[in-house]
């Protein structure tokens, strides 16, 4: 093995190159990235960095140095446009770029408001690389009208940074409750009492019909209920897309995103893929998780299964949300789950179940909860509901029972 190219230079693209190193290989490392700036972290870009409280250096994973001093290739500003796998090259700015391995660390892409009904308004934002929240940001102005498309995580922090900063704030779901994806009703309803509490107007089960627009720029909406509202910004957080399209157009096998084995190799065998664009066995299923630990730890156990290490990547799924004074912390995965068992500790928190199995944990500025919870699900323990529900049980001991 002498050649390894990273495709995508986002938190796995950057995960796994780092760890080819750590881990003693020294062929050659190439990471190719689309994006102008250097491998950074995009939760800030929802988060402190739109609020103007974070400064872009930052927001970068590692120093620029770093690349160049641990000699690895990185070439920004290139898309690689096709794999030729016969010839084991990748095709960027009409440049073969030759690999023993290749890893697909593409992302995703934001879903973004058709046209048809006012997506490519000016005016119109999605959230997720930088160059987005660079040109969003001048449009966050106290006083002005601001329209959130979507309940999810996403759309709750573009809420609420722009409710910090003064805006006045409706934000609509089209579904029955916000979070309904991610999160069982009592977080749902948790939120929206947050978000009321700092006056966003939190519309569920409300669609948007189309935008309408003033000289190609956005100026209202109408919405599904047929009411129609002045807004001066719309930003829409409406879900993410897995970037697959090199790896179907190479004829690699796709299911909800680039279809890995446990160990993060695809179909074929000289061509790996981790993060948001991969798809994994979990449990007897097949996942797809969009998360920052993910990326990482799935980069990781890749560059180690390139060198030979013939580990199975398990996940061991957490998250964390900001909004207003609130963190959340979110350890396991509730798919499945049946019951809620809510805590009233240092923060609230809810503790979802199958039968008397614990899932996963939603810990509402409850850090102790969440790391308690963490550790018993990754444990494969299921402490006793009644003690989780009562303020009084210190949730530490439960670590030791
Ligand atoms: P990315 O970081 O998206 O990197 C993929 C890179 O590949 C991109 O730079 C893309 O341009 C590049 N690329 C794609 N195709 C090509 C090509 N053909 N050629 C060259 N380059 C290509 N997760 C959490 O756990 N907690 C949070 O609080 C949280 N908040 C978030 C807030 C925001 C606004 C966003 C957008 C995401 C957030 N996430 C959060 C999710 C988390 O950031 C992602 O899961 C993570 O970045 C995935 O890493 P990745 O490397 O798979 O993809």
């Given at each position: ?60 994973l590692r120093p620029e140095s770093y690349y160049a001093e641990s000699g690895i290739e990185l070439r920004l500003d290139t898309t690689v446009q096709a794999i030729d796998r ?27 408001l058709p046209g048809s009904i006012g997506g490519e308004l000016r005016g119109v934002h999605v959230v997720r690389t930088l160059a987005d929240v660079d040109a969003m940001a ?264």
């Amino acid at each position: 093995m002498e050649k390894i190219v990273v495709v995508g230079a986002g938190q796995a693209g950057a995960s796994c190159v780092a760890k080819l190193r750590s881990e003693g290989f020294a062929g050659s490392i190439t990471l190719l990235g689309e994006e102008h700036a250097p491998p950074y972290q995009r939760p800030p870009l929802s988060k402190a960095y739109l609020l103007g409280e974070m400064a872009l250096e930052r927001l970068y994973l590692r120093p620029e140095s770093y690349y160049a001093e641990s000699g690895i290739e990185l070439r920004l500003d290139t898309t690689v446009q096709a794999i030729d796998r016969r010839d084991r090259v990748v095709i960027a700015g009409g440049q073969a770029v030759p690999y023993d391995a290749l890893v697909l660390a593409t992302g995703s892409v934001p879903r973004r408001l058709p046209g048809s009904i006012g997506g490519e308004l000016r005016g119109v934002h999605v959230v997720r690389t930088l160059a987005d929240v660079d040109a969003m940001a001048p449009g966050i102005v106290a006083g002005r009208r601001a329209l959130i498309v979507g309940g999810g995580y996403i759309g709750l922090e573009a809420a609420a940074v722009c409710a910090k900063r003064g805006l006045d704030v409706t934000l609509i779901e089209a579904a029955d409750r916000i979070l309904m994806r991610v999160a069982c009703p009592e977080t749902s309803a948790w939120f929206r009492a947050l978000h009321a509490r700092h006056g966003v107007r939190v519309l569920e089960g409300v669609g948007l019909t189309c935008l309408t627009g003033v000289d190609g720029k956005v100026a209202g909406a109408i919405l599904s209920d047929n009411t129609e509202h002045p807004y001066d910004i719309v930003i829409a957080g409406i879900g993410i897309t897995p970037c697959t399209e090199l790896a179907e157009a190479a004829g690699l096998e796709i299911e909800n995103g680039i279809r890995v084995d446990a160990r993060g190799r695809t179909s074929d065998p000289a061509i790996w893929a981790a993060g948001d664009c991969a798809s994994l066995p979990f449990r007897g299923r097949r996942i797809r998780l969009e998360s920052v630990q993910n990326a990482i730890d799935q980069a990781e156990a890749v560059a180690r299964n390139i060198l030979g290490a013939g580990e199975d990547y398990v996940p061991q799924p957490w998250f964390w949300s900001d909004q207003y004074d609130v963190k959340l912390q979110i350890a396991g995965l509730n798919t499945g789950y049946d019951n809620i068992v809510m805590r009233d500790g240092d923060g609230r928190s809810h503790w979802y179940y199958e039968g008397d199995t614990l899932l996963a944990v939603d810990a509402m500025n409850d850090p102790r909860a969440y790391m308690v919870g963490k550790r018993l699900i990754e444990a494969g323990r299921s402490p006793d509901k009644a003690a989780i529900a009562d303020p009084a049980t210190d949730l530490k001991a439960l670590l030791r029972g």
